[in-house]
């Protein structure tokens, strides 16, 4: 994975230059290589960490997931701004424990968590559980479960 790295970045960035600077001269050509290869290094050392994902087929069954789940939580939100009677939710905060360790997994399930409208990451607590914000906080139980058998476990799979 990384020799692909080292080739993939460097081509993009080295395409990019020349797509942006609308030249194919040949000190354009130089300085786009030198700058290609001179960032791929400078970011790979800004990642001592490297991430070692396994199980990469359940990608696709998370995200078809997480994109069903946005979608109904968009049309949740809608509905609950769109209404006039705008009292009639109840926002809050809930603790989920957590059992993924792996950076790189905490980061995706971040992710996940905030870009489905409606709730919030805030915190990760030292005895690693998620706190999260909801916009419509109906069930603890239901936000609990959700997290952590549709979310977290197949991202456990994953990187742990």
């Not at 000190?27 to 400078?42: D, E, K, N, S």
């Not at 360790?101 to 968590?113: Q, T």
């Amino acid at each position: 994975m990384r020799r692909l790295y080292f080739l993939i970045l460097p081509t993009l960035l080295f395409a990019l230059w020349l797509l942006l600077n609308e030249s194919v001269s040949p000190g354009q050509i130089a300085l786009g290589i030198a700058l290609a290869l001179w960032f791929t290094w400078a970011a790979s050392r800004l990642r001592p960490l490297h991430a070692r994902p396994r199980h990469l087929w359940k990608v696709i069954p998370l995200f078809l997931h997480v994109t069903w789940d946005i979608i109904k939580s968009n049309v949740a939100v809608a509905r609950l701004i769109l209404n006039p009677r705008r009292n009639e939710f109840s926002p809050g905060f809930i603790l989920i424990p957590l059992t993924m360790r792996d950076p790189h997994g905490l980061a995706m399930l971040a992710c996940i968590v905030t870009y489905t409208p409606g709730t919030v990451w805030v915190n990760l607590t030292e005895d690693h559980a998620l706190k999260l914000h909801v916009l419509d906080l109906q069930n603890e139980d239901e936000w609990i479960e959700l997290v952590q058998k549709r979310y977290e476990r197949p991202l456990m799979e994953m990187f742990e």
